[in-house]
């Protein structure tokens, strides 16, 4: 037996009593975890028109999955502890106690694999922004587009709540037309200037919009001419720090999701050691009960184990159980092809059987 503790009447008691504490602590973990994941799934969902793929959903997820299966096999559990008191009403849940464990374990794996993806998916996340924005930011002006009406008011948003400016900075503005046909005065020279100097006949503008000027600047905002020093008193475009936000937004978004994600994960991992703790608790609950009963003697003393057998041993009989079971379930094709073969191969035998035993009939005399 592995880890063995000799357990009297009294210490059950106690063992299940706290087991049934902890197992309340599980169930209100459950729902904690449950609450983390529709948290992450609004907040993902509030810029989802900014992301060009759903795969950092993921996380959120797995931790709601989680939180309702926890909730449900932790109170499982509390109703067990309750029922370990009572020799006649314990044994009902043997079999159950077997997928119970199995369940609880997966649900630890599952914790620590969305641990291990809030770090992994950030390059995917970091490329979903990079194109959700970019379409964003080139989709701006279709304000009278079905489908895109909405895009204004969510990018001027974004960049006002974050204090950012364009995908990677403010440059990324001069490279698209962010100004709809409709406000322009085409029989303006300037315009006109703009529209044959582009290649795809875009209006472009060394400007940006206003969400991207920064109130804390002690200058009025300039948001067009950026790059021409002339076009303002005391300037430089090159030397003096813009009155506009430095940082690009797939940066402040990607440090936003990235700080909330890291910081599930001491939550997160505080849940495994409370679920590890009360299936460690009950597997030692269930065997000193029932080497309890075994011994006939519910008030005596007996023997609680996490193991029968060593884990190489378990491990190998679980392995054949296992394949017992897919055998079980398997057909086996050459029994099937060899039953009608068998059919056949007995007709002949019984037609030559039919023949032999028929008296030939005599000549005639």
């Not at 900014?50 to 449900?72: A, R």
């Amino acid at each position: 037996m592995l880890l063995k503790i000799t357990f009297t009447q009294q210490r059950r008691v106690r063992l299940a009593q706290g087991l049934w504490l902890m197992s309340w602590l599980a169930v209100m973990s459950g729902a904690f975890i449950f609450c983390l994941g529709v948290y992450l799934k609004t907040e993902l969902l509030r810029r989802a028109e900014v992301m060009d793929n759903t795969e950092i959903h993921m996380v959120p997820n797995i931790l709601m999955m989680v939180g309702l299966v926890s909730i449900g096999t932790n109170w499982v559990a509390t109703r067990v502890c309750q029922d370990s008191l009572d020799a006649s009403r314990f044994p009902r849940w043997k079999l159950l106690l077997m997928a119970w464990f199995a369940v609880a374990m997966l649900l630890c794996c599952l914790l620590l694999a969305v641990v291990v993806l809030s770090y992994a998916l950030q390059g995917r996340l970091e490329e979903s922004l990079k194109v959700g924005l970019r379409n964003g930011i080139r989709f701006y002006k279709d304000t009278d587009v079905p489908g895109r009406c909405f895009q204004k008011e969510t990018i001027d948003r974004l960049q006002m709540e974050f204090r950012c400016c364009g995908n990677n900075n403010f440059k990324d503005w001069f490279e698209v037309q962010w100004v709809s046909n409709r406000y322009l005065d085409f029989t303006s020279k300037d315009v006109k200037d703009r529209i044959r100097s582009n290649v795809d006949g875009r209006y472009l503008l060394d400007g940006v919009p206003f969400s991207c000027c920064n109130p804390a600047s002690p200058r009025p905002c300039l948001q067009y001419h950026l790059t021409d020093n002339s076009a303002h008193y005391s300037y430089d475009y090159q030397a003096e720090e813009l009155n506009l936000y430095s940082r690009g937004c797939r940066q402040a978004l990607t440090d936003y999701y990235m700080e909330m994600m890291n910081s599930t994960g001491p939550g997160v991992l505080s849940v495994i050691l409370i679920q590890m703790s009360v299936l460690v608790s009950l597997r030692y609950l269930q065997t000193a009960v029932e080497g309890a009963t075994a011994l006939e003697d519910p008030e005596g003393e007996s023997v609680g184990y996490l193991l029968e057998k060593g884990v190489k041993e378990t491990f190998e009989d679980v392995k054949a159980n296992v394949l017992d079971i897919l055998k079980f379930a398997q057909v086996d094709p050459s029994a099937a092809e060899g039953s009608p073969g068998a059919e056949d191969a007995e007709k002949p035998a019984d037609n030559t059987t039919e023949k032999a035993a028929s008296p030939t009939p005599s000549p005639a005399s």
